[in-house]
């Protein structure tokens, strides 16, 4: 956990940094890593046995299990508190949805894991159209969603 911590471009002991700038920091590295999976979900299904392929495939299951996760994690916990206790009810809608497409994202994810790690591990994914549906559906939701945060964020912040 004490590297997890540390892998995170910003945290309780460095709120000083600017957190939009690591916010958008990691969006950048999500989209990267969307595109990354969309890649491989295509080659999967005729290259299980791949072992390059397979060990692309645990660095994005890494990513998105990790920094990914803790990104969402950390706007939970240092980013979203301090706009609540503000009183402007258009940025606490959007806070609201913002945590709801959390929970959407860590759904549809842990569903995309399992068919990865299945593959990962050498097997062949069962269906790879449902795979590659999948993951339309979760880089559609996580590009919305980070269209939505960055909008909101950052006006906000600007108005600061």
């Known amino acids: 956990m004490e590297n997890a911590v540390k892998s995170r471009p910003w945290n309780r002991q460095t709120m000083s ?43 994005v ?17 240092f980013v979203f508190p301090p706009l609540l206790a503000g009183t402007d009810a258009t940025v606490h809608k959007v806070i609201e949805r913002l945590r709801e497409d959390h929970a959407w994202i860590e759904l549809q994810w842990l569903d995309i894991q399992a068919q990865l790690e299945t593959s990962a591990e050498g097997a062949s994914a069962k269906d ?33």
């Open 61 to 77: 299951i890494d990513f998105f299990t990790g920094a990914s996760r803790e990104h969402h994690y950390d706007e939970e916990k």
């Open 128 to 160: 790879g159209q449902d795979l590659i549906a999948a993951i339309d559906d979760f880089a559609l939701l996580m590009h919305d969603h980070m269209a939505l945060e960055e909008s909101t964020l950052h006006s906000v912040h600007s108005a600061d």
């Open 17 to 59: 940094m600017n957190v939009y700038e690591s916010l958008d920091e990691t969006h950048r590295a999500i989209v990267l890593h969307l595109e990354r999976l969309k890649l491989l979900a295509q080659l999967l299904p005729t290259a299980p046995s791949n072992e390059t392929v397979r060990g692309q495939v645990r660095e």
